[in-house]
């Protein structure tokens, strides 16, 4: 069946795509004021990059023409920005890598391209920061067949609890039409947190990619027995990417190290990715009541985890 959606779609592509080509300068004749091009100055980065590497290898990264790779190459060794060294293997080839000079041309237009990157994010806020580099991760995972970009979990740091509470006040008006009693209840949460917990039965996870916040949770002590999951979260463009079962997984196999036998939680029937999360985990459902405690009418749920 014919998708009516695809050309709007391709529409949307194709305007990003001369939008980002504009913002980033590649439509200049020079790559950020250098007399290189844009082709040529991903060639000396990815050169850059690496010792040694063949003219075939360095084609099949970039997947660059033959030809038109041997001519930018060619240009590169006149100027004396690249040295060869036939292989001993089969004489036929070469290992190219930059000389002396081809690493000093490359130098400045590597920091001129970071000053430029630093300039587009200076001028957004924090949290725009990461949903950018968030979603260009996405992008890319979208789009290639490498996996998903890695993340890492950690424990929070100074600022990371105050970014908790931002996210979750900015998300939830943002998703669920949430008002501000949400985000007072999660700055009571994460206060209480941080001014009182015990880092032997009581933890906070935040994962982080780049050095960008991508996700929290939180498990506290809710008695000597039971300790309860708070404060899961995770940003939009990181999603799909499993950091929400990871988290919560953390969480049960730390509350299982603690001592404690079981897990609870509260949450919303309207965070239907949440609950898909802590049902797979194997919670289980064993309460709910409707209340409008944030502004739209919901069902609060409890669920229950057994660790015996």
Known sequence: MHDTNLPKRIAAVRQFSRFYTRRIGALQEGLLQSRFSLTEARVLYELAQQSAVTATELGRQLALDAGYLSRILQRFEHDGLIARTPLETDRRQSLISLSQAGRESFAPLDERSRQEVATLLDVLPDAAQADLVAAMARIEALLGKAPPPTYRLRSHAAGDIGWVVSRHGALYAQEYNFDSRFEALVAQVA??????????????????????????????????????????????????????????????????????????????????????????AGFRLVAGAPHADFGPPMIGEDWDLSLG
């Open 191 to 280: 206060g209480e947190f941080l001014a009182m917990h015990d880092p032997a039965r009581e933890r906070c996870w935040i994962a982080e990619r780049d050095g960008v916040n991508l996700g929290s949770v939180f498990l506290v002590r809710k008695s000597d027995e039971i300790a309860k999951l708070r404060l899961l979260i995770v940003e939009p463009a990181a999603r799909g990417l499993g950091i929400g079962r990871h988290l919560v997984a953390e969480c049960i196999e730390f509350a299982r190290q603690a001592g404690y036998r079981g897990i609870t939680l509260w949450t919303n029937d309207i965070l239907i990715a949440a609950r898909g999360i802590y049902q797979r």
